[in-house]
């Protein structure tokens, strides 16, 4: 008895394919590096000269105030 893939059987065809999918999936971190995928960058303001773009926006400061008073200057 010698096994061999059942080639005529559509079952094997639809499982091969989810198998092939599952392993693309699972993989598409390790190509980013590898293949230069996703190396162009999304720019958070087209506008930004000097690569500002890639900076995280500042944290906006407020005064602390108790009762409508500065409590440090």
Do not use: Y
């Not at 061999?4 to 971190?29: E, H, K």
């Amino acid at each position: 008895m010698i096994a061999s893939i059942p080639l005529d059987d559509w079952q094997f065809w639809v499982v091969s394919a989810c198998a092939a999918l599952a392993v693309l999936f699972l993989t598409r971190p390790l190509w980013k590096p590898l293949v230069g995928l996703g190396t162009r960058k999304q720019a958070n303001c087209p506008g930004c000269p000097n690569g500002d773009a890639d900076k995280p926006p500042r944290p906006k400061h407020v005064d602390l105030t108790i009762g409508g008073k500065r409590v440090r200057n």
